[in-house]
């Protein structure tokens, strides 16, 4: 790092990847007042049963007031809490809004407001990265991709009032340079009670696999990366004293965090010494190994969210699914329940092999395997996918308020689009009716994955086919 004399006069002019934390923080301790910044979780419009009820917290926003807490004055909503954001945006420099396509509409309507009343405006997240033109349109600047990779830039251009249209990283930043998230800005909120006990953390960024309907490679890159053991443990301990208790619950964000087979398994060895409960999402790759399902029981793992995704291979070979072998499911699944591991099972309809037995085929999967939270959506292509690309044709519309998963894209070639969402709305009654939930969950622990049934018993007894469309 370079070294600054106190009475070193930092130029506006040197250009920003030129400079360093050092000599960026004492470019901001030159400013007459710290800038203000309005950082905004924008809630969603969807009729679905999104952004209701409890909430996650959102990590990444957290990780980016922390970034820009260090040199300027934040202010953090998080509108599914039922906080909005002030009509009067007088009080701030900056307003840094996240989005993804399910919510890009209000972000935009929020971006809009902001630019109306002069003020600096930044779009970040998912749905900015994708399709950076047309955010352009609702803001000053669109951060491409992850904001650390090109932080220092920004914050100089921020602090010295020359932003540019666009922020993308010429590279990303390795994740050991990646500092500890700071949950007060979260917290701090009165209706804080709203989020999920369960805490976030992260391990690894990116996912070489490139499946065609994710987002993931574009935004945080095919390489993989992950964080030093050590700082994920030590993450974990602090959330131990600050919560002065040991058993606490843990959810990973991390796209593929088993990826790197040794990696994960030598983080799950020092998990299990911790005493901590974990959830993640992952692969299938190794799940098939006992070894695997056995040292992520020891280890705290209570919950593993499982991308199924179809019974048919056709399918699974057409969105470049390699991971997911039909022939593993079952070994899959007996492995994790063997180790008191539960199954948040998802699967996808509407693609375009699917056929009425698909249905069936996935009805008698999940009941046979006693699959415990088994999650149901629709086929959606997301802007900026190859899969978009593919389907743009025959999309039946571009309203990002329905881009949710649960609502009717397009037409599949093997069946009529009534069809498809008279099955799918009839699967979805069939396993969360009494009944069947009895049938999935008899024995098993009681604890909030049986509640999560009983709030799907009552949420899908009110489904037609009317809400999807």
């Known amino acids: 790092m370079q070294t600054i004399q106190s009475d070193t006069v930092v130029s506006p002019l040197q250009p920003a990847s030129d400079i360093s934390e050092e000599v960026l923080h004492q470019l901001a301790a030159q400013q007459k007042s710290r800038k203000k910044w309005l950082l905004v979780q924008p809630i969603s419009n969807t009729s679905m049963m999104v952004d209701s009820g409890s909430v996650s917290m959102p990590l990444n926003l957290i990780m980016v007031a922390t970034l820009v807490g260090k040199l300027f004055d934040v202010t953090f909503i998080d509108e599914r809490l039922g906080n909005s954001v002030p009509e009067d945006l007088s009080g701030f420099d900056v307003v ?17 407001a902001a630019l109306r009343q002069g003020k600096t405006v930044i779009l970040g997240g998912v749905h900015p990265t994708m399709l950076h033109d047309e955010a352009a349109a609702h803001c000053t600047s669109v951060v491409y991709g992850e904001i650390e990779s090109i932080w220092t830039e920004l914050a100089t251009d921020v602090l010295t009032g020359k932003m540019k ?46 499946c065609n309907f994710c987002t993931t490679p574009t935004i945080y890159g095919k390489n ?45 060895e020092e998990m299990a010494k911790l005493g901590v409960h974990w959830n993640a999402n992952i692969s299938m790759n190794f799940l098939d190994k006992p070894e695997v399902a056995e040292l992520a029981g020891r280890s705290g793992c209570d919950l593993l969210s499982i991308g199924f995704e179809s019974l048919n291979p056709e399918t699974l070979k057409s969105v470049h699914k390699g991971s ?34 698909s249905f069936q085929l996935t009805y008698d999967f999940i009941m046979k395997n006693r699959i415990e939270f088994p999650v149901f959506s629709l086929v959606t292509p997301f802007p900026g996918t190859p899969y978009f690309d593919e389907m743009k044709p025959r999309i039946r519309h571009f309203d990002w308020d329905k881009y949710d998963t649960y609502h009717y894209m397009f037409e599949p070639n093997k069946m009529s689009g009534e069809k498809l969402l008279s099955n799918f709305v009839k699967l979805q009654k069939e396993v969360y009716k009494g009944r069947s939930i009895m049938q999935r969950m008899k ?15 009552r949420f899908t007894k009110k489904l037609s086919t009317e809400y999807y469309y």
């Open 96 to 112: 840094a809004i996240t989005s993804r396509t399910l919510n890009a509409t209000k972000a935009y309507r929020i971006g809009d």
């Open 165 to 210: 249209p666009i922020y993308r990283a010429r590279e990303l930043k390795p994740m050991g340079s990646m500092i500890h998230p700071d949950f007060s800005y979260a917290l701090s909120s009165p209706s804080a009670k709203k989020y999920s006990s369960l805490i976030p953390i992260l391990a690894t960024k990116g996912c070489p696999v490139g």
């Open 224 to 268: 993989y990366r992950y964080r030093e053991l050590d700082l994920v443990l030590d993450e974990m301990r602090y959330h131990q004293q600050r919560l002065n208790k040991e058993k606490i619950n843990f959810s990973f964000m991390d796209d593929n965090i088993s990826f790197r087979p040794q990696y994960f398994m030598t983080l799950l």
């Open 324 to 357: 997911n072998r039909l022939g593993n499911y079952e070994t899959v699944v007996s492995n994790l329940h063997k180790n008191g591991i539960a199954i948040q099972g998802y699967f996808m309809f509407g693609f375009d092999n699917d056929t009425e037995e």
């Open 443 to 457: 024995g098993k622990p009681l604890n909030w994955v049986w509640f999560v049934n009983y709030m799907m018993h």
